[in-house]
């Protein structure tokens, strides 16, 4: 139905940016609430932001919330995370997914069509 692609991971120093993005197939992109989840090694998966349809409501994490920014832009079936002020714990794998079904919005147990995933490594 629809496939996932993130981009824009790599290695940067404390305090540095990243922007991801995750572009989608499909011509109903406008139609799925998204999010942005991350995984560190031997870790559970961690919500990090999300955003509605039209992007008029975001969610973050607090570990993320005034250092992060989540945008879509539907015309290009993208979604973007804006990353700033990274920190050593920020390292983890970016996974973008839809959201597919009801309940929280901070669970991954309610999305699916996972991306397969950009590296992002915060070291000094």
């Known amino acids: 139905q629809v496939q996932l692609v993130e981009s824009g991971g790599g290695l940067v120093q404390p305090g540095g940016s990243l922007r991801l993005s995750c572009a989608a197939s499909?011509?109903?992109?406008?139609?799925?609430?998204m999010g942005w989840f991350r995984q560190a090694p031997g870790k559970e998966r961690e919500f990090v932001a999300a955003i509605s349809t039209n992007g008029g409501t975001t969610y973050y994490s607090d570990s993320v919330k005034g250092r992060f920014t989540i945008s879509r832009d539907n015309a290009k079936n993208t979604m973007y995370l804006q990353m700033n002020s990274l920190k050593l714990e920020d390292t983890a794998v970016y996974y973008c997914?839809?959201?597919?079904?009801?309940?929280?919005?901070?669970?991954?147990?309610?999305?699916?069509?996972w991306g397969q995933g950009t590296q992002v490594t915060v070291s000094s």
């Open positions: 997914a839809v959201k597919i079904r009801g309940g929280y919005y901070s669970s991954y147990i309610n999305y699916g069509y």
């Open positions: 499909g011509r109903t992109f406008s139609n799925y609430f």
